[in-house]
């Protein structure tokens, strides 16, 4: 793994543009903040109807329609969400694009699935924070950042620099700016989200906290036991990796979690792994996704009502109102 740091980039580079952040939502309100921050002339640019745009206001910025931005930018930072980008592009920026500009996506989902399919004579580069715009802002207010993933697909001279500098800005360069792909960027994204961190983690809870109740737990218990202690988990593993985190779990813990971890991801968890990422690789969860959001998402809004209602969340309204009035009493 190559990894460059602050000390890398040419801070000039990115001041010497004018850069627009399209979409002020979870990531391009953290770029646009960090940008303006490190002295870098930056606009937002949103649609009629956002619902951000009184955000962006409150902040400092006065939001531009895309058009504007992709007639009169240097620098395209592509923050809309990603189902949206390709229209996006093609009705509002592809046909302003000039040579000299370059394109600039936070994750590569658009670009590498062939959604988007820019011309010859501008740059292409990525740069993807590893993390929520949220603990970028934060990181960067404390003088810190996030680390952060850095491709190039297409690079006219100067592209390359570019991204560094521009990675640096938003202050990834504090944390570290690790070179990689497009391919590689999207295709981990995608099936680390549904294999561990959404798909995996949200169904692997869910089932337990079930077969927990049907085995007589008051549901609020079996909340805490199967949904509440993940994070104490996550952030021992996250600080200390998995076999750090054993140091400070109990034996019976550990002991248990040899005997039982392997009954439950087994040979056959893992071979559905493969599928999944055989989906990602071939490109056929994004050209599902694409269909689903052209037609209007209605599995999404059906599968997210009944997530909403499932009786693990009242549950937790119960527990978590519990720990608040204990936080607010202690
Ligand atoms: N969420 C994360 O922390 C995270 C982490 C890593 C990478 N990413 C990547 O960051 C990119 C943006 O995702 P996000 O999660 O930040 O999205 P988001 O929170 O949903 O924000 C998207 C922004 O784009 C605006 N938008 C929607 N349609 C638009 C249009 N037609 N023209 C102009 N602006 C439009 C939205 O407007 P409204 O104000 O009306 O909503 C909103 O301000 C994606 O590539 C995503 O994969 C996100």
Same mark, same amino acid.
């Given at each position: ?6 000390s890398?980039?040419?801070?000039? *580079?990115i ?19 960090n *940008?303006?921050d ?15 745009a ?7 910025f006065t ?11 240097d ?12 229209d ?33 004579y ?8 590893k993390?929520?715009?949220?603990? *970028? ?18 690079d006219?001279?100067?592209g ?11 202050g ?11 391919k590689?960027?999207?295709e ?6 549904q294999?561990v ?16 109740v049907?085995?007589g ?50 040979a056959?968890v ?6 999944v ?54």
């Amino acid at each position: 793994m190559q990894v460059f740091y602050e000390s890398d980039a040419d801070p000039a *580079l990115i001041r010497a543009k004018r850069v627009a952040v399209i979409g002020y939502g979870a990531q391009g309100h953290a770029h646009a903040l960090n *940008l303006r921050d490190a002295g870098v002339d930056v606009r937002v640019a949103l649609h009629a109807a956002a619902r951000r745009a009184g955000q962006a206001r409150d902040d400092g910025f006065t939001p531009i329609s895309v058009v504007e931005a992709a007639q009169s930018s240097d620098v395209l930072v592509m923050c809309a969400p990603d189902e949206v980008m390709p229209d996006l592009y093609a009705a509002e920026i592809a046909p302003h694009l000039r040579a000299g500009q370059t394109l600039m996506f936070v994750h590569g989902f658009a670009l590498h699935y062939g959604f988007i399919k820019p011309p010859a004579y501008v740059d292409v580069v990525m740069v993807a924070p590893k993390g929520p715009g949220k603990a *970028l802002r934060e990181a960067f207010v404390k003088s810190g950042g996030l680390p952060c993933i850095v491709a190039v697909a297409q690079d006219n001279g100067g592209g390359e620099a570019l991204a560094y500098s521009y990675a640096a800005a938003i202050g990834c360069g504090r944390a570290g700016m690790i070179a990689s792909t497009f391919k590689l960027e999207t295709e981990g994204d995608l099936y680390g989200e549904q294999a561990v961190l959404c798909g995996g983690l949200t169904h692997l809870i869910r089932a337990a906290w079930e077969v927990q109740v049907e085995a007589g737990a008051p549901p609020e218990l079996a909340y805490f036991d199967c949904l509440h202690e993940v994070k104490l988990l996550s952030d021992l593993i996250h600080e200390r990796g998995i076999a750090g985190m054993h140091l400070a779990i109990s034996n019976t813990a550990e002991y248990g979690e040899y005997v039982t971890g392997p009954r439950i991801i087994d040979a056959r968890v893992k071979e559905v792994m493969r599928a999944v990422m055989a989906d990602v690789q071939s490109g056929k969860f994004a050209r599902a996704w694409m269909e689903e959001y052209r037609n209007g998402a209605p599995n999404l809004a059906r599968t997210r009502a009944a997530a909403a209602s499932h009786p693990i969340e009242a549950a937790g309204e119960k527990v978590r109102a519990l720990l608040k009035s204990a936080t607010v009493n202690n």
